[in-house]
């Protein structure tokens, strides 16, 4: 009898814990931001928004397809989270990058940060993520001197500058039918990179470099380079330059009579090939992806954003890098759970994902062709040509939208 006493009292006690566990979970449970704040630079005015201008629209507008579908989810809050981008024009200069990147630290409070375009915009704007121990995700920038300071707080979607060309080079082992190439290549930091790298590549293949010739930014008469191609008489004139210079060359190259089997034009976009005309046809360059390239799950969505934003990335190709950006972003997230700056840096480091140009992760130090670089991603241009107006991407064979053609009708071999 005594037993039964108890009965009622213990019942209550489990219901009272029952009720009052969910309420104590919630009240543990951190309270979600009203958006997950992201910070960028972009080129909206200078030299460099030729290049990028339209960028801001596209960061704006794939915000607005992530939230379209509920935002991304934050396991810490229980939740998806609204993403919003916050965007300030940096001008095209280093100073002004640098500036604006502390302001939206600083000021903006943003959980995150997306770099801005070029080599030399990066270098300046990725020492705020540094001091603020604050994460940030480089896009349009490669020079292995960003990647080999020692930085804790940043990675970079796209791979060294010495790698450019490298599925170019493995496409013409395959087919073994060049033998001599000539290299001719802009006195900047980023071209001198591609060569340093594509030089020993082009040997390694077993291509005779029969020319190697260096020219300086001002340069605008390149009669005795093209003078000295022609006498070497090379299958391959590969030049390695940003697209005023490369133009330049390419024009004055046409009209002294050098026809060699293939112009190679590691920068062969918009920039270069309107002011080239007819005469790009058939020119040989790299692109981190094309229309027609079947990468990772996300292809429709960035197909959907072109078609929203108006950008054709013929026109715009750095606009996939932009993309890859917004791929690790949103992994990267998914993956911590949180914005704790600790742990979402921590899960970008760690990521392994599949981009709509392939694989994408990140080198830890000692992995990359540099031994001293560290958290520079695997992502590496693919080459294309221009047929007939349009960039058909051909290698590595499962990306490939259509066949080389090589050598170009009327060479002089």
Excluded: C
């Excluded at 019942?11 to 931001?33: D, I, M, N, W």
């Excluded at 930014?217 to 210079?245: E, G």
């Excluded at 917004?326 to 759970?337: D, M, S, T, Y």
């Amino acid at each position: 009898m005594r037993a039964k006493r108890f009965v009622l009292p213990a019942l209550l006690l489990v219901a009272a814990a029952l009720t009052l566990g969910p309420a104590r979970e919630a009240s543990t449970q951190a309270k979600a931001p009203d958006a997950i704040l992201v910070g960028a630079t972009i080129a909206a005015t200078g030299p460099f928004s030729a290049e990028v201008g339209p960028f801001k629209k596209m960061m704006e507008l794939w915000a607005e397809m992530v939230n379209a579908k509920g935002g991304i989810m934050l396991k810490e809050y229980g939740k998806r989270v609204p993403l919003k981008f916050i965007i300030y024009d940096d001008t095209s200069k280093p100073p002004d990058s640098q500036r604006l990147y502390e302001k939206l630290v600083t000021e903006d409070k943003v959980h995150v940060l997306v770099g801005p375009y070029s080599s030399p915009l990066t270098m300046a704007a990725s020492t705020v993520p540094e001091k603020h121990k604050i994460p940030f995700i480089a896009l349009e920038a490669n020079a292995t001197p960003i990647f080999t300071r020692g930085f804790e707080w940043m990675v970079g979607v796209i791979d060294d500058g010495p790698k450019w060309s490298f599925h170019y080079f493995d496409m013409l082992a395959q087919e073994g039918k060049a033998k001599t190439i000539a290299f001719v290549i802009e006195d900047t930091p980023h071209p001198k990179e591609v060569g340093s790298g594509s030089i020993p590549k082009a040997k390694e293949i077993g291509l005779r470099v029969v020319v190697e010739e260096y020219f300086p930014v001002a340069t605008q008469d390149f009669t005795p380079i093209i003078a000295k191609i022609k006498a070497a008489d090379p299958d391959i004139v590969y030049v390695a330059a940003f697209p005023a210079r490369e133009g330049t060359f390419f024009k004055q190259a046409i009209e002294q009579g050098l026809n060699p089997r293939e112009f190679h034009i590691i920068h062969h976009g918009s920039a270069f090939r309107e002011p080239a005309g007819k005469a790009a046809n058939l020119v040989t360059g790299e692109n981190y992806w094309m229309p027609g390239v079947k990468g990772g799950p996300n292809v429709p969505e960035f197909e959907e954003l072109l078609q929203k934003t108006g950008i054709k990335v013929e026109d715009y190709p750095w606009a996939s890098i932009h993309f890859f950006g917004f791929e690790a972003l949103r992994a990267g997230l998914e993956k911590a759970g949180t914005l704790d700056r600790d742990k979402l840096m921590a899960a970008l480091k760690e990521l392994d994902i599949q981009t709509i140009s392939g694989r994408l992760r990140f080198h830890k130090k000692g992995e990359n062709r540099n031994p001293n670089t560290a958290w520079q991603g695997t992502l590496n241009p693919f080459p294309t040509q221009i047929q007939d107006g349009k960039y058909v991407t051909l290698w590595p064979p499962q990306f490939a939208t259509g066949k080389h053609i090589y050598p170009r009708p009327g060479s002089t071999k």
